[in-house]
């Protein structure tokens, strides 16, 4: 069964970075998309960014581009999520997501998520 534990979210100042790390316990882990989800008070959960199991594919909403990095160490059973020029509306409980299939849009399993928060 995947098991996934998100650390790495804080309080961060407008234009800083923060790096995300993403564990996951599963033994299918180097054949599996993952991606960054994220939840904002009021909002619905939103994709951010997904990467393909052999890391040389990825993908990104339009609202990071530029900004943030995804990528993974399957020696690790580690993804990660490298967030940089950060706003204030990136303020959000982070997701980490196993997919079940490549650019799936909905995870078959998620971590308990970790909040970042942006101030202005």
């Known amino acids: 069964q995947v098991q996934l534990v998100e650390s790495g979210g804080g309080l961060v100042q407008a234009g800083g970075s923060l790096r995300l790390s993403c564990a996951d316990s599963?033994?299918?882990?180097?054949?599996?998309?993952m991606a960054w989800f994220r939840q904002a008070p009021g909002k619905e959960r939103e994709f951010v960014a997904g990467i393909g199991w052999s890391s040389t594919s990825t993908y990104y909403a339009e609202s990071v581009k530029g900004r943030f990095t995804i990528s993974r160490d399957n020696a690790k059973n580690t993804v990660y999520l490298q967030m940089n020029s950060l706003k204030p509306e990136d303020t959000a409980v982070y997701y980490c997501?196993?997919?079940?299939?490549?650019?799936?849009?909905?995870?078959?399993?998620w971590g308990q998520g970790t909040q970042v928060t942006v101030s202005s």
């Open positions: 997501a196993h997919l079940p299939w490549y650019r799936a849009p909905n995870p078959d399993y």
């Open positions: 599963g033994r299918t882990f180097r054949t599996s998309d």
